[in-house]
């Protein structure tokens, strides 16, 4: 059994950043693959990062490459997404994810709203 907490969450104004935490508790954490989700008002859920147990595998979705960096630190289980540059379509819920296609937990989610 793994739980995700997302913080960090919160207004930014456009071209602004925010860094995303995802605390994790299970004794399995370091075995699973990670990642971020997020969804949008009136919009289903989309995939936007994510990190293999190890960190040595990584991939993005193309509307954030090059923008947003996701990590973790196995150690503390903790799970990051920073988002740099950010624009008003990156208005979402944002989820933290233990698994990858399928995603076994999820977390209850953190808002990031980005004004222009």
């Known amino acids: 059994q793994v739980q995700l907490v997302e913080s960090g969450g919160g207004l930014v104004q456009a071209g602004g950043s925010l860094r995303l935490s995802c605390a994790a508790s299970?004794?399995?954490?370091?075995?699973?693959?990670m990642g971020w989700f997020r969804q949008a008002p009136g919009k289903e859920r989309e995939f936007v990062a994510d990190?293999?147990?190890?960190?040595?595998?990584?991939v993005y979705a193309d509307s954030v490459k090059g923008r947003f960096t996701i990590s973790r630190d196995n150690a503390k289980k903790m799970v990051y997404l920073q988002m740099n540059s950010l624009k008003p379509e990156d208005t979402a819920v944002y989820y933290c994810?233990?698994?990858?296609?399928?995603?076994?937990?999820w977390g209850k989610g953190t808002l990031v709203t980005v004004s222009s």
């Open positions: 990190i293999s147990w190890s960190g040595g595998a990584i």
């Open positions: 994810a233990a698994g990858i296609d399928p995603v076994d937990y």
């Open positions: 299970g004794r399995t954490f370091s075995t699973y693959a």
